[in-house]
């Protein structure tokens, strides 16, 4: 579970790095044209969390909900290599709902993983985990793309196809009953 948490978060920070400097340098966007960017996202993650969500929570597994967000959230980001700004715009929706289905999912497997006086713990850990893969895929996000381009994206999309194998892993695990 911690791997996974790390996963995401090194995505995570490889994308939101390399995303305005991709924009900029290779799409000549403004911040203006990068917030109405953002703006969609964050929309999609709202409809996601606040519509979508509840219902499918209902009669998915978090596995499974976990699995398929990162499966969007990784062809969001190979959309986002690309330099047709109509793409951006698609990768950042797929981001918003693959997100928004999969980190609540995490989640709550994370808070079943252990036993209850160490939720708190738990949870530290995992807080931890990410924090450090921010850190290192922030500092890193530059250096790829100055090497990669906006082939950097596929960097963030590899971490996300990890994370979906993970997700599939705890899917398959006998004791994982009905998330």
């Known amino acids: 579970m911690m791997a996974l948490y790390f996963l995401v978060f090194l995505g995570f920070s490889i994308f939101t790095a390399a995303l305005p400097i991709h924009a900029a340098t290779d799409l000549g966007w403004t911040s203006s044209d990068l917030g109405f960017l953002f703006t969609a996202l964050a929309l999609s993650l709202v409809v996601t969390e606040s519509v979508l969500l509840p219902v499918l929570a209902r009669h998915t597994r978090d596995a499974m909900l976990g699995a398929i967000g990162s499966v969007l959230v990784m062809i969001g980001y190979i959309a986002m290599a690309t330099r047709f700004g109509w793409a951006l715009y698609a990768g950042a929706i797929l981001y918003g709902v693959g997100n928004g289905l999969s980190w609540p999912s995490?989640?709550?497997?994370?808070a079943r993983s252990g036993p209850s006086d160490l939720q708190g713990t738990i949870q530290g850990v995992g807080?931890?985990?990410g924090a450090v893969a921010s850190i290192i895929g922030t500092l890193t996000s530059g250096i790829l793309f100055e090497a990669l381009g906006a082939a950097t994206f596929y960097v963030s999309a590899a971490a996300l196809a990890a994370t979906?194998?993970?997700f599939v892993m705890q899917l398959a695990r006998p004791d994982a009953g009905d998330d």
Do not use: C, H, I, N
Not at 106 to 110: F, N, P, S, V
């Open 127 to 129: 807080g931890s985990a």
């Open 106 to 110: 995490y989640l709550a497997l994370l």
């Open 164 to 166: 979906t194998l993970l």
